[in-house]
């Protein structure tokens, strides 16, 4: 128990503010993934494709993914890569950090699977084998 608080009170303002986001955030991307058609929760498609990921490795966005991870993992939802990565995608561009969410397939065997991921400075490995159909 003494370990949860020392990591609480090491957090830094930025680190605390993600967290607050993510208490309003997360419930109203899964309420809105549920319940309401997807031009509600979906970003409004870019006119021109989104650049590619730069090779700078972004640390303020794997620590804004750690955290929202760190929140899904104490929450009464079960994320599914759409609501982690929705979740994720408005808090980096609510606090100005560049990022593309990312929506794509790909055919295994006899089945076609989906998955959604958020890029923030670089391809993200778990989206290997992916095509990227809707990039916003």
Do not use: N
Not at 67 to 84: E, I, N
Not at 97 to 116: D, F, M, N, Y
């Amino acid at each position: 128990m003494t370990t949860s608080w020392s990591k609480l009170r090491g957090l830094s303002r930025g680190d605390w503010a993600v967290l607050l986001r993510c208490l309003w955030t997360i419930p109203g991307v899964e309420f809105s993934v549920r319940w309401r058609a997807p031009r509600h929760w979906l970003p409004a498609p870019a006119a021109t494709p989104p650049p590619p990921p730069s090779a700078a490795p972004p640390a303020q966005a794997d620590r804004v993914a750690q955290l929202v991870d760190a929140v899904y993992r104490r929450a009464p939802f079960s994320p599914t890569c759409l609501t982690r990565s929705l979740v994720l995608y408005r808090i980096l561009r609510a606090r100005g950090i560049p990022c593309q969410l990312r929506i794509g397939l790909r055919r295994s065997e006899a089945k076609l699977e989906g998955h959604a991921w958020t890029e923030a400075g670089r391809p993200v490995a778990e989206a290997d084998g992916f095509e990227v159909m809707l990039s916003f």
